[in-house]
Each structure stands twice: as C-alpha cells, then as structure tokens.
C-alpha cells in the first residue's frame, strides 16, 4: 500500500507561481504512475497531469502545458507540482494519486491511492 500526504497551496495571484507537495510513502514506488488532478466546487475532477515515478516521461493537460511542471525527488519520496504564471481559472482543490500502471492515465478512476487535496486560489 502507498500513503500519500499532500502540503502546500493557498492564495496567489494571477501571473504568480506556486508549488504544491506530495510525499509518498511505501516500496515499489520505481513501478508507479503518478498523477495530478484538480477540482472547484460544483465542478467535475479534472486531469492535471501524470508522470512516472521513475520521471522518464510526462503528460500534461493543454489547459496546463507549459505553466504547470511534474517532478519528483526520489531522496524525500515526494512529488512535486510546480505552478508557473497562474491564472484564475486554475482555483480549485488539488489532488496527488498514484498508481500501478503500464499507462500514463488522465482518467481518476484509475488511480487506487490519493492524496487529501490542498486548495489553490488564484485572484484576478
């Protein structure tokens, strides 16, 4: 089993950055996918964006691609959301998964382990 601790987040403003945490707990983490997710109130959970643990490879949502970076420190076990030029439309709770894949999945029902979530708000 994989536990998953997410930190981070809060207030910023349109055009700042942000990075958000998520420190993995458990063995095998080499074989896993990791994923991000987000999702505002009244609002279907959406795809953010998923990497190997390993870090061989990525995929981004276009809404993020080329603001939001995926990377992971295998030192602290933890991975990391870097979030770059913000913009209000990004305000949601974010969520870290993970999960044994042979597949970089953007669908949530995949994902077997979660984080607790953290809120991002940005203004205007």
């Known amino acids: 089993q994989v536990q998953l601790v997410q930190s981070g987040g809060g207030l910023a403003q349109a055009g700042d950055s942000l990075r958000l945490s998520c420190a993995a707990s458990g063995r095998g983490l080499g074989s896993y996918v990791v994923g991000w997710f987000r999702q505002a109130p009244g609002k279907e959970r959406e795809f953010v964006g998923v990497q190997w643990w390993s870090g061989s490879s990525s995929h981004y949502a276009d809404s993020v691609k080329g603001r939001f970076t995926i990377s992971v420190d295998k030192t602290e076990n933890t991975v990391y959301l870097q979030m770059d030029n913000l913009k209000p439309e990004d305000t949601a709770v974010y969520y870290c998964?993970?999960?044994?894949?042979?597949?970089?999945?953007?669908?949530?029902?995949?994902?077997?382990?979660w984080g607790q979530g953290t809120q991002v708000t940005v203004s205007s």
């Open positions: 998964a993970a999960d044994l894949q042979f597949s970089m999945s953007t669908e949530a029902q995949a994902y077997e382990y």
